[in-house]
């Protein structure tokens, strides 16, 4: 059995796609404790250690074949201002680095680094330099992919993906999006759709563009679903909806810009509500863990600051497995 650690392990999506083709965790971290709970909650509490990265050596972490961080991304985005390694959540991957040279020897072979595509281009991709020299002096070989989660489900989320590995190393092509995913295969029907008073709030923020937009989408002879996020334009707040039958990124639940809402609109008809924790979960490919421990808010929290199964599962049979059988 292929042994597994895994640091920013959030709620545990990346294991969740790791053992869909036998890897084990062996090892996981985090300093969020409503995160450990879902983790717990789905995984045990066993190979969960609770806490700071920063306080962390080499000597605590078990022998494994494949490591993974999924460090904050808060510092590689506009939400962060791009202070990128400047930042003090984006810069705990240099601990990661820290403790993988501390094991000296027993580092695993392979590794997986995962960030927003800000991560490449932070900084004027000095950041990026930072950490690809970083597990170069380490002795490992690098390579990245990009891959955006709707090759698998109908949400455009885009990351990439730094692999290390002390051999050889060639990664393939990433597979491209599916144009026949929509929201409407993971929106639910029913929900908790805006009032009169409030959808009509919602239609006078939007620009001439949006406007235009949402009125072809309701003149079309079948209802589709759109995701939708309020943004601040001009100081005030307004709101745009995409243009394909697609979640936004899905994001940290934290403050009203963050949460997206979905766009139901045809047939004449129009309706707008907030996107729920069962859509969340179908849109990180999530659906069958629990969240009982937790609020829903909690639960979308977690999930948006997660890596989406599908996407794992890919890169672990296609890039991570061929690495770890040589």
């Known amino acids: 059995m292929l042994r597994a650690i895994e640091f920013f392990a959030g709620m545990g999506l990346m294991r969740a796609g790791l053992e869909h083709v036998g890897v084990q965790t062996v090892f996981a971290n985090d300093i969020d404790e409503t995160k450990a709970k879902l983790y717990v909650d789905n995984w045990g509490q066993h190979e969960l250690h609770v806490g700071d990265i920063r306080a962390l050596q080499g000597d605590d972490i ?3 074949d494949l ?3 999924s460090f904050p991304c808060t510092d590689m985005s506009l939400a ?5 390694l400047k930042g003090a959540q984006s810069s705990l991957v240099l601990d990661f680095l820290r403790i993988l040279d501390e094991m000296g020897d027993r580092a695993p ?16 991709g000095r950041d990026w330099e930072t950490v690809v020299s970083g597990i170069q002096t380490l002795g490992y070989q690098a390579a990245h992919i990009v891959v955006d989660a709707s090759a698998f489900v109908p949400q455009s989320r885009a990351r990439v993906f730094l692999f290390g590995h002390k051999g050889a190393i060639k990664l393939p ?21 805006w009032s009169p008073d409030r959808l009509r709030a919602f239609l006078d923020t939007l620009s001439p563009i949006q406007s235009k937009r949402v009125s072809c989408y309701q003149k079309r002879f079948w209802p589709g679903y759109y995701g939708a996020f309020r943004r601040t334009r001009g100081g005030r707040p307004v709101w745009e909806v995409r243009a394909d039958e697609r979640a936004g990124t899905l994001r940290t639940t934290r403050g009203g810009s963050a949460r997206q809402a979905i766009v139901r609109a045809g047939c004449g008809d129009i309706a707008v509500r907030w996107m729920n924790l069962t859509e969340y979960a179908r849109l990180q490919g999530a659906e069958h863990l629990r969240y009982d421990s937790v609020t829903p ?3 979308m929290f977690a999930l948006g600051d997660a890596v989406c199964v599908p996407v794992i599962e890919w890169l672990a049979k296609h890039c991570l497995m061929p690495l770890l059988r040589q």
């Open 62 to 64: 078990p022998n494994a």
């Open 67 to 69: 490591v993974t961080a």
């Open 80 to 84: 962060g201002k791009y202070r990128g």
């Open 109 to 124: 072979r392979t590794l997986m680094i995962e960030n927003v595509m800000g991560f490449l281009t932070a900084n004027n």
């Open 173 to 193: 092509e990433p597979p491209e999006a599916q144009t026949d995913l929509r929201l409407v295969a993971v929106a639910e029907e029913d929900g908790d759709w």
């Open 297 to 299: 808010s909690q639960a």
